[in-house]
């Protein structure tokens, strides 16, 4: 008999009032399943998708997504202890080889196969199981869809060229060394599969599953995602159209939840007027305190899961509490990012990213000057204190602190910190959140203006764009009366940048800022600016590191060494060289 691993899941208690003993947010993994008695019946399918969510949550994956997606930029530099991960202290210098573990795409491809070995066997236990609907089937191959669309659109960002393959992988007669599909026919096919399968999708999961609504895959993630990939592709029209229905959904639940609220607990119904018609989560609006934003949507606030719902479109879920719940904690965040018995983690801001809290005038790039230390995102990002605290701790606050206040009785804000302990990080990870695809679609905006050109097309596209990124850039400000601080921008070559440096200030540290370079240079068809970004970071080989930059093919990741002994069909990344150490016999094809 055929005989394939898979993760299979139990349950194991309830959390947040829910209780299923198939509930696949509150399981663990594993067993190996013979093929013709396991795919029978719907609880077998429900078993492999929470496997798919399980592999996704693995703190390998997590890590890749946070490295791959971040840890090249001008945001990161070493940590404490750095020394202890000599792969991450070597890529920290853009010193990448084909031997470095995060090179590693297996737990990517892992999650592939398991979503392929789904959307393969379901449409058998739908013909044999009674009680498997076919729109149930629909929206699971939907969902399946997505997940594995989701991999392969971080895999090719990281590695453009990747081994493509829609078919399960089950036993050892199948050829496991594809060759490798190009960047564009991967996209290409990600956009018609998701196009295919949107309908199907779950809208939105009801209020008694409360977890599944950000925490499984919805029609709004899928949108979120082609979102994106259009982007990436060249195509603005699209991108601003899957935006919009994003944000017109997103604009739906915050009605719904304005309806709910009565005048005690109404936190400030005039959202969408303060930040632009946008329904952002809101932020304080006491003269005093703020930080409420970070709270809900990234802190410990389980309190408040309706407004964080009007902002998170998908992310990973993860308990604080793990031996409790039977969850699992945030493990990547954890070491990487530090806790409150390590303060900072294996990473840190880079030099750069801390010297622009204190920095003035021309020398003030990340955080607007007009702004000064007004934007709260200095203090939700990095552990800066402000105020009259002497504290120089260098290190990163965001997905770290379980909460953080920001205090401004003087004028001059202070915040407060509590961090999550050693092995108890429960911060979700934010796949995508609202603000992205806000500012993804004032760059498509931007890009579909013509340079140099004072029409009024243009003009509309850039007044359309700039609301968008003063919406998000109000919702920072430590300040009750909300005023655009950012000026005003006349020509598209202003705008790209003022876009660029919002996603920068509002996502750091959250595995974008690295792919956004990319993008750019993709777009470009030069380095430029993501070599100047790179070298900003960088206290010594400056010139080194903008020579082996200069390439196009620089800018992506090499094939790992193990890859490429075993899938003979793999061409290394030319900026790598050979990947080749030459302590070993490398196999003959036959």
Request: hydrophobic fraction near 35%.
């Amino acid at each position: 008999m055929k005989r394939i691993h898979y993760y299979i899941v139990c349950a194991i208690s309830a959390v947040c009032g829910l209780s299923a003993c198939s509930d696949f947010l509150e399981i663990e993994p594993q067993n190996e399943i013979i093929l013709e008695k396991f795919w029978n019946e719907k609880a077998d399918v429900d078993a492999i998708i929470a496997g798919c969510y399980s592999g996704l949550q693995s703190e390998a994956v997590i890590k890749r997504m946070m490295v791959w997606g971040e840890f090249r930029s001008d945001n990161i530099g070493p940590g404490s202890n750095v020394g202890s991960d000599a792969n991450l202290e070597k890529l920290l210098k853009e010193n990448i080889e084909a031997k470095n573990s995060y090179t590693n795409w297996s737990g990517f491809y892992s999650v592939i196969n398991r979503c392929n070995t789904v959307i393969n066997y379901a449409p058998g236990v739908a013909d044999r199981d009674p009680a498997y609907t076919g729109s149930e089937l629909q929206a699971n191959i939907a969902e399946m869809v997505a997940l594995r669309s989701l991999c392969y659109f971080y895999l090719i960002r990281t590695f453009r060229d990747v081994p493509f393959s829609r078919q399960p992988f089950i036993d050892d007669s199948q050829a496991f060394d594809l060759p490798a599909t190009p960047f564009n026919a991967v996209l290409d096919s990600l956009i018609d599969d998701l196009e295919g399968v949107k309908s199907f999708a779950i809208k939105r999961y009801p209020v008694t599953k409360e977890m599944y609504q950000t925490g499984r895959i919805t029609q709004d993630a899928i949108h979120a995602l082609l979102c994106e990939l259009y982007l990436w592709k060249k195509d603005y029209q699209n991108c601003v159209r899957y935006a919009d229905l994003v944000i017109e959904s997103k604009k739906a639940i915050y009605e719904e939840n304005r309806q709910k609220r009565t005048s005690s607990s109404a936190r400030n119904d005039e959202t969408l007027n303060r930040y632009n018609g946008f329904p952002l989560v809101n932020n304080s609006t006491t003269a005093n305190y703020y930080g409420d934003d970070y709270n809900t949507i990234f802190g410990s606030d389980r309190n408040n899961v309706d407004e964080a719902n009007q902002e998170i479109i998908f992310q990973l879920v993860f308990d604080d509490n793990p031996e409790g719940s039977g969850m699992i904690a945030n493990a990547a965040v954890n070491s990487f990012y530090g806790n409150s018995q390590s303060t900072t983690g294996l990473v840190a801001p880079s030099d750069y990213i801390y010297s622009q809290i204190d920095a003035t005038g021309q020398d003030r790039k990340v955080f607007a000057d007009k702004n000064k230390k007004l934007d709260g995102r200095i203090y939700t990002n990095c552990l800066y204190r402000g105020g009259n605290s002497t504290s120089s701790d260098k290190a990163i606050r965001k997905y770290a602190a379980s909460s953080i206040d920001i205090i401004n009785s003087s004028g001059t804000p202070e915040a407060s910190y509590s961090i999550y302990r050693q092995n108890q990080n429960g911060s979700n990870w934010i796949i995508y959140r609202l603000t992205d695809i806000m500012l993804l679609k004032a760059e498509a905006l931007t890009q579909m203006m013509d340079s140099g050109e004072a029409s009024d097309a243009n003009k509309s596209l850039l007044d359309r764009a700039f609301t968008l990124v003063s919406a998000v850039n109000k919702r920072s400000l430590c300040q009750t009366e909300l005023k655009d601080t950012l000026g005003r921008v006349t020509t598209k070559g202003d705008m790209e940048e003022l876009v660029m440096r919002e996603r920068q200030r509002e996502l750091m540290f959250e595995g974008k800022r690295w792919f956004d370079l990319v993008r750019i240079a993709q777009r470009t068809g030069n380095t430029s600016k993501l070599k100047e970004a790179a070298m900003l970071k960088a206290t010594t080989g400056q010139e080194l590191i903008g020579n082996h930059l200069s390439k196009m093919d620089a800018i992506y990741w090499p094939y790992n060494l193990d890859e490429m002994k075993v899938n003979l069909n793999l061409v290394q990344n030319p900026a790598f060289g050979s990947g080749e150490d030459q302590s070993y016999q490398k196999t003959t094809k036959k």
